[in-house]
């Protein structure tokens, strides 16, 4: 079992920021037009795998926890993947189910107003217990829980944990050990 799940609720800490973005928002980051171009781009067209986010950020605490994210991205029987994976027996890539945690802490980033291009360094460990397959949820949810933001300089980096599951709450991943860079090209 991956130890983050044992970590108190993020109910427990004062968030400082709160703020929820919906599709047509979460749209201009593929340009780099919500934030700025300074906070990076996500993934354009069908490959950008979130179409709600909702962001928390906490005061910093003992326990380390920085911050919280939930997304969700719609499915339906003619989500682009499910046609060619696999034929016959459709099921969401486990890579597009981490992809779109990473577009997420990419997304928290730029929405803590940290500069700089994003870029996946690690993902220490991930598990999935079941799949993710169009007769069984209408959406893929996703949660980070961002443990430490640093930044010096051009170099500025995210450290974290994520759950994926389905909308009606059966869990069908989850990682540990995230690290996302984002390094400010001159």
Request: hydrophobic letters at 40%; proline letters at 3%; aromatic letters at 12%.
């Amino acid at each position: 079992m991956i130890s983050f799940f044992n970590t108190p609720s993020s109910s427990n800490y004062v968030t400082e920021k709160e703020e929820t973005l919906e599709e047509s928002q979460i749209r201009h980051c593929e340009t780099g037009s919500l934030f700025g171009a300074e906070f990076g781009k996500l993934p354009n067209g069908r490959f950008l795998l979130i179409n709600r986010a909702h962001f928390q950020k906490y005061e910093e605490n003992a326990d380390g926890v920085y911050g919280y994210a939930k997304a969700e991205f719609d499915l339906s029987a003619d989500t682009w993947f499910f046609a060619n994976h696999f034929h016959g027996d459709p099921v969401m890539p486990g890579t597009l189910q981490i992809e779109a945690v990473l577009q997420l802490a990419g997304l928290y980033l730029a929405w803590a107003g940290i500069p700089g291009v994003g870029r996946a360094r690690e993902v220490g460990r991930t598990v999935f217990f079941d799949e993710v397959r169009p007769d069984n949820g209408s959406k893929f949810c996703f949660e980070l829980f961002v443990t430490k933001i640093q930044g010096k300089g051009k170099l500025s980096f995210l450290a974290g944990n994520a759950l994926g599951f389905l909308e009606n709450g059966a869990r069908v991943m989850a990682m540990e050990g995230i690290k996302l860079i984002k390094s400010i090209r001159s």
